[in-house]
């Protein structure tokens, strides 16, 4: 028997067992979105001092969302809610996909809650459901008549900071091996843990997307930890740390000089925060040299 005919049949044995499921494309992080106590702080911070342009507006069942755009397919999103500043801030991670169908049947067959398929107030086609920590995911579509898609090749500002959300930083009370929700169910794949040392326990891992650069960064400050604690953030790519940083001094010259320190990953990592405590960081996307 010919090696192609053995593979051939090797092939189908598996995809039989479920070994080869298909996990419906992704198409990377689309956007992040938080409360912020007010639209004035949104413009004032992730506006003129970030420099990103915003986009537009639309309610949804929450409330009012205002949309700043990093690329044309990443967005930072803020929920207006004048409490925000007492309440966990990360509303949610949302990941496009080509076939929400398929994706909204996939998530579903692996027992995990998924709501129904809605259009949100941008237009988009979108369902929710969470990990196995409970941090909200949302799947959208972005499809070609909504808000975002729309607004292809408009609101790049030259001044924005960053062009990239490389990954989305999310905490959980206790880092698994291998997290069920993103490896087994997703098929992500782990980039890199720390400590390396594999007969400690894991804190820190990132978790790449299939077919895509951007990642997940999970981490576990301690078991007791409430969710979320602060921890959820954009992570903006930067090619010069050292530029970045006099930029953003040149365009507030009270910021103070912390936060900038060597990841665990042995890259440059800066961390800000605004007076709501959302933080945003930023990295090289190479080890320091």
Not at 245 to 271: A, C, F, M, Q, S
Request: glycine letters at 8%; charged letters at 25%.
């Amino acid at each position: 028997m010919g090696k192609r005919v053995i593979a051939s049949l090797l092939l189908l044995l598996f995809a039989g067992t479920g070994a080869y499921a298909q996990v419906p494309r992704m198409s990377g992080i689309a956007k992040m979105t938080f409360r912020i106590s007010s639209f004035e702080l949104a413009e004032a911070y992730y506006g003129d001092f970030l420099g990103f342009d915003k986009a537009f507006e639309y309610d949804t069942p929450q409330g009012r969302i205002a949309s700043y755009k990093v690329n044309d397919r990443q967005f930072l999103e803020f929920l207006l809610d004048p409490a925000a500043r007492d309440k966990e801030r990360f509303v949610s991670l949302t990941i496009a996909t080509p076939d929400l169908e398929a994706m909204h049947a996939h998530i579903a067959a692996h027992g995990y809650r998924v709501t129904p398929i809605t259009t949100d107030g941008a237009g988009n086609r979108v369902f929710m459901t969470a990990d196995d920590r409970g941090e909200p995911i949302e799947f959208s579509d972005m499809n070609a008549q909504g808000l975002h898609a729309r607004s292809a090749g408009k609101y790049l500002s030259p001044r924005r900071i960053s062009d990239h959300i490389i990954h989305a930083g999310l905490h959980l009370n206790q880092i698994e091996e291998r997290p069920r929700f993103w490896t087994e169910v997703l098929g992500f794949k782990e980039l890199t843990r720390c400590p390396e040392d594999r007969s400690q326990p894991v804190n820190l891992i990132y978790l790449a997307m299939p077919g895509n650069t951007e990642s997940i960064e999970s981490y576990s400050s301690s078991p007791d930890a409430p969710a979320g604690s602060g921890f959820e953030h954009p992570c903006l790519v930067t090619m010069n740390m050292q530029r970045t940083l006099d930029e953003l001094r040149r365009r507030n010259p009270d910021l103070p000089h912390t936060g900038l320190g060597i990841g665990r990953t042995r890259r440059w990592i800066y961390n800000i925060t605004n007076s709501d405590g959302l933080k945003v960081e930023f990295t090289e996307p190479y080890t320091i040299r």
